[in-house]
């Protein structure tokens, strides 16, 4: 018999498939996380099999337990929401059934983490997934680090109390998209800059929430005329055009007399 690992919702009842519901309702045993909330779902589709509890303070032990039951029964994995293994407990399982010559099933379905990506609009061709950042010490600071480096898409799993402290730690113009309470009545994605969403959610932020940047905005090379639009600040907070211009040309790869040029020709 296979483990059959099967997603299920990530808020909307309906986004089951036809499949999850036939391997729930024929499976002998259905390891979950919480067993009222896997049960509440099944009881939504008139399922009823036997639940056991499966989660990350019992999973390193369980998992070959599991592994040995799935030769002979037919064992389905859940989660409490979405893909199992993704930000939740299934690897150790999923291990231990390769390892003991038991098929390992997969089926499609939800995710937060790709609905997201999805939904955000910026470029799903090549993306990181990150999962929920590390809350602080050094390998937070160089996973953001790494953000404002590399141009690729990042989607991490943020906690509404973190929220406004990781947007405050990225390059203010990333492009982002906080999508929140995907799949429910009260879903919002807002797209715009890490500075931008910063405000919008200044006062606070509740739900689920997944944060999708596009990467590379610090290695990005600003244009001329961004140049001098900064030398152009720079004057205005009071110092000379000439030093202005060459403070601007430090900071980006063009000369300090073209910029002077154009800053004090209007
Ligand atoms: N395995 C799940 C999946 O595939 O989506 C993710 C589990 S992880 C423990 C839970 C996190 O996923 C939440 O904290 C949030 O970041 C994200 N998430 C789950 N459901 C969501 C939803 N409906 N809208 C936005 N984010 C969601």
């Known amino acids: 018999m296979p483990l059959v690992v099967v997603p299920t919702?990530?808020?909307?009842?309906?986004?089951?498939?036809?499949?999850a519901l036939r391997v729930l309702t024929e499976a002998d045993l259905v390891a979950c996380e919480d067993t009222r909330r896997t049960g509440r779902l099944l009881a939504?589709?008139?399922?009823?099999?036997?639940?056991?509890?499966?989660?990350?303070?019992?999973?390193?032990?369980?998992?070959?337990e599991l592994a040995e039951r799935a030769h002979a029964e037919s064992v389905a994995l859940v989660s409490d929401a979405g893909t199992p293994l993704v930000s939740d407990p299934g690897y150790r399982l999923v291990r231990a059934c390769i390892e003991a010559g038991v098929a390992v099933e997969v089926l499609p379905g939800p995710s937060a983490a790709v609905t997201a990506l999805v939904a955000s609009g910026l470029p799903a061709d090549e993306f990181v997934f990150l999962g929920f950042l590390p809350r602080k010490g050094r390998?937070?600071?160089?996973?953001?680090e790494r953000v404002g480096r590399e141009a690729a898409t990042f989607v991490i799993y943020e906690s509404p109390h973190r929220l406004a402290k990781t947007l405050?730690?990225?390059?203010?113009?990333?492009?982002?998209?906080?999508?929140?309470?995907?799949?429910?009545?009260?879903?919002?994605?807002?797209?715009?800059?890490?500075a931008e969403?910063?405000?919008r959610y200044a006062e606070g932020v509740r739900?689920?929430?997944v944060l999708v940047v596009r990467g590379g905005a610090e290695a990005e090379e600003p244009g001329f005329e961004e140049v001098v639009?900064?030398?152009?600040?720079?004057?205005?907070?009071?110092?000379?055009?000439?030093?202005?211009?060459?403070?601007?040309?430090?900071?980006s790869d063009r000369k300090r007399s073209e910029i002077y040029e154009r800053l004090v020709s209007c």
């Open 229 to 251: 639009e900064r030398a152009r600040r720079y004057v205005a907070e009071g110092e000379s055009p000439s030093r202005a211009a060459a403070r601007a040309a430090k900071e």
């Open 168 to 194: 405050a730690q990225l390059p203010p113009e990333a492009p982002v998209a906080v999508c929140r309470e995907l799949t429910k009545l009260h879903e919002e994605v807002f797209r715009g800059t890490a």
């Open 207 to 209: 739900g689920e929430i």
């Open 9 to 19: 919702p990530i808020g909307n009842l309906e986004d089951i498939t036809l499949r």
């Open 44 to 64: 939504h589709h008139g399922i009823k099999r036997p639940l056991m509890a499966y989660h990350e303070h019992n999973e390193e032990r369980l998992a070959p």
């Open 197 to 199: 969403a910063k405000v």
């Open 139 to 144: 390998e937070r600071g160089e996973l953001l």
